[in-house]
């Protein structure tokens, strides 16, 4: 299955790319956040697929007090697990707290509480499908992979937690704006996972 990662960052070359056909068999759509709603909604629109994403800590339009703040015919997959596809997912949206009144921002035990949250779901999903986890997408990398010395993009250790105890197929993610690509890898190998800095964009085939 061919999968479309976006992230970040609006990439204006997608949009003649998607109406000229050349994602016609891409059938999920991922996003890790830090994206304005009506990119998303376009994708949707455009190439007919699930589109799941998580909130970034720029999220334009993101309120989470607000219930109909989400992508129109998209879903918001912070704190959930959902079955798309035939595949398991989970998300968890947010970057590391860096300021007192920043929106969608967690200290590092606020995180691993909402990673913990997703344990019974992801027990079930064992029980009923024989995997925990297929793809785990998050708005910020895990702790020491692809992150940076700063508060605001400092890895979170909740996921890596969670990779090492869920053991998805796919760890996707953004937030940390990728532009060394010789110098910076943006795919790193943990156990069985492929953790992948989706920054802007990726076309993932999973197998
Ligand atoms: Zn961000």
Request: with cysteine; aromatic share 10%.
């Given at each position: 299955?061919?999968?479309?990662?976006?992230?970040?960052?609006?990439?204006?070359?997608?949009?003649?790319?998607a109406?000229?056909?050349?994602?016609?068999?891409?059938?999920?759509?991922?996003?890790?956040?830090d994206?304005p709603?009506?990119?998303?909604?376009?994708?949707?629109?455009?190439?007919?697929?699930?589109?799941?994403?998580?909130?970034?800590?720029?999220?334009?339009?993101?309120n989470?007090?607000?219930a109909?703040?989400?992508?129109?015919?998209?879903?918001n997959?912070?704190?959930?697990?959902?079955?798309?596809?035939?595949?398991?997912?989970?998300?968890?949206g947010?970057?590391?707290?860096?300021?007192?009144?920043?929106?969608?921002?967690?200290?590092?035990?606020?995180?691993?509480?909402?990673?913990?949250?997703?344990?019974?779901?992801?027990?079930?999903?064992?029980?009923?499908?024989?995997?925990?986890?297929?793809?785990?997408?998050?708005?910020?990398?895990?702790?020491?992979?692809?992150?940076?010395d700063?508060?605001?993009?400092?890895?979170?250790?909740?996921i890596?937690?969670?990779i090492?105890?869920?053991k998805?197929?796919?760890?996707?993610?953004?937030h940390?704006?990728?532009?060394?690509r010789?110098?910076?890898?943006?795919?790193?190998?943990?156990?069985?996972?492929?953790?992948?800095?989706v920054?802007?964009?990726q076309?993932?085939?999973?197998?």
């Amino acid at each position: 299955m061919k999968i479309l990662a976006v992230t970040d960052e609006t990439v204006e070359c997608l949009y003649p790319l998607a109406a000229s056909g050349h994602f016609a068999d891409v059938e999920l759509i991922l996003s890790c956040g830090d994206l304005p709603y009506t990119y998303l909604e376009y994708l949707v629109t455009l190439l007919n697929v699930p589109l799941c994403y998580v909130p970034g800590n720029h999220d334009p339009e993101y309120n989470p007090r607000v219930a109909a703040s989400c992508a129109e015919g998209c879903e918001n997959l912070d704190g959930r697990v959902a079955r798309v596809r035939g595949l398991t997912l989970a998300g968890l949206g947010g970057s590391p707290r860096y300021h007192p009144r920043g929106v969608n921002q967690y200290t590092q035990s606020e995180m691993r509480r909402r990673a913990w949250g997703l344990v019974p779901s992801l027990l079930w999903s064992r029980l009923r499908h024989g995997r925990r986890l297929d793809i785990l997408i998050t708005h910020s990398p895990p702790f020491g992979i692809h992150d940076e010395d700063t508060q605001a993009h400092r890895g979170l250790r909740a996921i890596n937690w969670l990779i090492r105890w869920a053991k998805p197929r796919y760890h996707l993610h953004g937030h940390v704006h990728f532009f060394r690509r010789n110098l910076t890898p943006s795919v790193t190998r943990l156990g069985p996972t492929k953790i992948i800095n989706v920054f802007p964009y990726q076309v993932i085939e999973f197998q």
